[in-house]
C-alpha cells in the first residue's frame, strides 16, 4: 500500500511531462498508438473521428492479430461508409424520421437511412475531425483523449455540446473507453457509441458464426420494418435472441432478421445496473476473449448482415458475418418513446458512458 501511493505521484509526473511535449498539430488528422509495457497489447486511434482502427492482441499462444475491422490509413476511413471503430454521435442508431419534439419545440435531423436519420446524419461525430487534447503514451496506463465542439444546429440537433473521448489501456490486457458530453445552452438528445467490429481470430479471417457470445440481457426492444423499435420491450426467452447463456453465434443467426437481411441487428435491454458486465466474446479456435462492461442501459448486437466485398487493412476483403459489433448505447429511437430510458441532456448535466473491454486468451 504505503509503496503503490509513492509510486503513484511519480508516475503521474512523467505521464504529464510526455503530454506537455505532444502538443503539437493536434487538429491535424494523425494517427496515434497506445501499447502496454509487453509490448503484446496495442491499439491505433484516429482523430478522424475518433476512431479506432486497431487492436491487437495475443491468443493463447502469444501469437498476436488485430482483432477489429477497418482500414490500413486514415483515407480508407474517410471513404468508407460502415463505420469500422467509428465514435458515433450525436445520435447513434436510429430516430424514426429524423423527428422529435423536446421541450415543446419540433426538430427534425438529415435523413441518411430510408425516412430515418441515422447515426448522427449525414456527416456525424465519426466524419469529423477532433481535436487531440492529450496523448499520454509512455505510462503504466497510456492514453489519449480526443475533443469535439459540436454546434447548435449541428446535422439537426439543438444547442452547443461539448464533447470528450478517452481510450486508454491498463491491466494487462484492458482497453476502456470514457466518453462525457456537456450541453452549453440547450437540451438535446445524446447518445455516443464506439462502434468497432470484432473478429476474435483476426479481422479478416472468416466468419464470427463460431464465436461463442452472452449478452447479459433478458429483454430486447422489437423493431419494425424499417428498424424502428415498436415500443414493446420484449422477452428474450424463448425466442433466438436469447443470449444468456454462452452461445455460438451462428446456432440461431438464421431465425433472425433486421431491415432485411438475415443475422442480429437488435437492441437488448441490459439487465444490470450501474457499471456492469454486459457481454462476454469467445472465439475457441484462438482462445481470445473479451468481457464487456458499460454503465449503458442497452446494447446492439450487430453481426455485420451488410458486410459484403470489402477492402479493409493488410489486402483483405470482409464479407457478410466478418465481424460482430456491440455498440453499448441508449435504445434506439429513445427520443420518440418515453417509456424508454431517457437520453436527453440538459445543461448543467453531464452524459457519462463509460466501456472496458477486458481481454484475455
Ligand atoms: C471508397 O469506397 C468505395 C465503396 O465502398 C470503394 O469501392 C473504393 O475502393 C474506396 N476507395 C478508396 C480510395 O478507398
Ligand atoms: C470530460 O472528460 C475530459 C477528459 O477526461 C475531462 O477533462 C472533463 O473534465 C470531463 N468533463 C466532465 C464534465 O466530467
Given at each position: ?276 458486465l454486459?457481454a462476454r ?8 476473449a473479451f468481457e464487456l462492461w ?63 473491454f477486458k481481454?484475455?486468451?
Amino acid at each position: 500500500m504505503a509503496r503503490a501511493a509513492l509510486l503513484l505521484p511519480v508516475a503521474l509526473l512523467l505521464c504529464l511531462a510526455l503530454a506537455g511535449s505532444a502538443g503539437a498539430a493536434r487538429k491535424t488528422v494523425g494517427v496515434y498508438e497506445l501499447k502496454n509495457k509487453k509490448g503484446d497489447f496495442s491499439i491505433k486511434v484516429t482523430n478522424w473521428g475518433a476512431t479506432l482502427m486497431s487492436v491487437i492482441a495475443p491468443d493463447s499462444k502469444g501469437n498476436l492479430a488485430d482483432v477489429v475491422l477497418g482500414y490500413d490509413t486514415v483515407a480508407g476511413f474517410v471513404n468508407g461508409s460502415s463505420y469500422f471503430g467509428a465514435l458515433v454521435g450525436r445520435v447513434a442508431n436510429r430516430v424514426a424520421k429524423g423527428r422529435f419534439v423536446l421541450d415543446g419545440k419540433a426538430y427534425h435531423l438529415y435523413i441518411n437511412d430510408g425516412k430515418n436519420a441515422l447515426h448522427g446524419g449525414h456527416r456525424g461525430f465519426s466524419k469529423v475531425i477532433w481535436t487531440v487534447k492529450e496523448y499520454v503514451p509512455d505510462c503504466d496506463s497510456p492514453y489519449i483523449t480526443f475533443y469535439y465542439r459540436s454546434f447548435d444546429g449541428e446535422q439537426g440537433f439543438p444547442g452547443d455540446l461539448d464533447v470528450y473521448v478517452t481510450y486508454q489501456l491498463s491491466g494487462p490486457y484492458d482497453l476502456s473507453l470514457h466518453m462525457n458530453a456537456t450541453a452549453l445552452n440547450k437540451a438535446t438528445p445524446v447518445n455516443l457509441v464506439n462502434h468497432a467490429y470484432w473478429n476474435l481470430a483476426g479481422h479478416g479471417s472468416g466468419d464470427v458464426l463460431g464465436h461463442v457470445i452472452q449478452v447479459l440481457a433478458s429483454q430486447y426492444t422489437p423493431v419494425d420494418q424499417s428498424m424502428i423499435p415498436t415500443g414493446e420491450i420484449a422477452a428474450v426467452a424463448g425466442t433466438p435472441y436469447d443470449l444468456r447463456r454462452p452461445t455460438p453465434l451462428g446456432s440461431r443467426i438464421g431465425l433472425v432478421s433486421g431491415g432485411g437481411a438475415v443475422g442480429y441487428d437488435v437492441n437488448y435491454a441490459v439487465h444490470g445496473q450501474g457499471f456492469t458486465l454486459v457481454a462476454r466474446v469467445r472465439d475457441p479456435a484462438s482462445g481470445r476473449a473479451f468481457e464487456l462492461w458499460a454503465n449503458q442501459p442497452g446494447v446492439q448486437l450487430y453481426t455485420s448482415n451488410w458486410l459484403k466485398d470489402e477492402k479493409g487493412k493488410a489486402g483483405k476483403v470482409y464479407g457478410k458475418y466478418g465481424a460482430l459489433c456491440l455498440e453499448t448505447q441508449a435504445f434506439p429511437d429513445a427520443v420518440n418513446h418515453p417509456n424508454f430510458p431517457s437520453a436527453i441532456l440538459r445543461p448543467g448535466g453531464v452524459y457519462r458512458h463509460d466501456m472496458l473491454f477486458k481481454f484475455s486468451s
